[in-house]
């Protein structure tokens, strides 16, 4: 049974940073690519960022330059780093991985509030 176990998110005041983690747990073989979404209230959920077992990168335009999305792939873990964060990206953020098992399937995490206020 495979498991996606988020940390990190919290409260932060606008330009200040947050580092979120997931790491991927269970009987695993192989993951492939992992990423991060959000969903902000009565929005759709969408991607923030991804990243290949390789290391190629994907960043949704409105994070690039601030995010980045560092990966350990001995651990099956993808992290986000959160730098200049703005109240817009309140949101809940979810992990993703794309990984095989017995088959390949999708699999998420539990999500994490993050919340920029002053």
């Known amino acids: 049974q495979v498991q996606l176990v988020e940390s990190g998110g919290g409260l932060v005041q606008p330009g200040g940073s947050l580092r979120l983690s997931c790491a991927a747990s269970?009987?695993?073989?192989?993951?492939?690519?992992m990423g991060w979404y959000r969903q902000a209230p009565g929005k759709q959920r969408e991607l923030v960022a991804s990243?290949?077992?390789?290391?190629?990168?994907t960043y949704t335009k409105s994070v690039r330059g601030r995010f980045t999305i560092p990966r350990d792939n001995a651990k099956n873990t993808v992290y986000l780093q959160m730098n200049s964060l703005e109240p817009k990206d309140t949101a809940v953020y979810y992990c993703?991985?794309?990984?095989?098992?017995?088959?390949?399937?999708?699999?998420w995490g539990q999500g994490t509030q993050v919340t920029v206020s002053s």
């Open positions: 993703n991985a794309d990984l095989i098992t017995l088959g390949r399937n999708t699999y």
């Open positions: 269970g009987s695993i073989r192989y993951v492939s690519v």
């Open positions: 990243i290949t077992n390789g290391g190629s990168t």
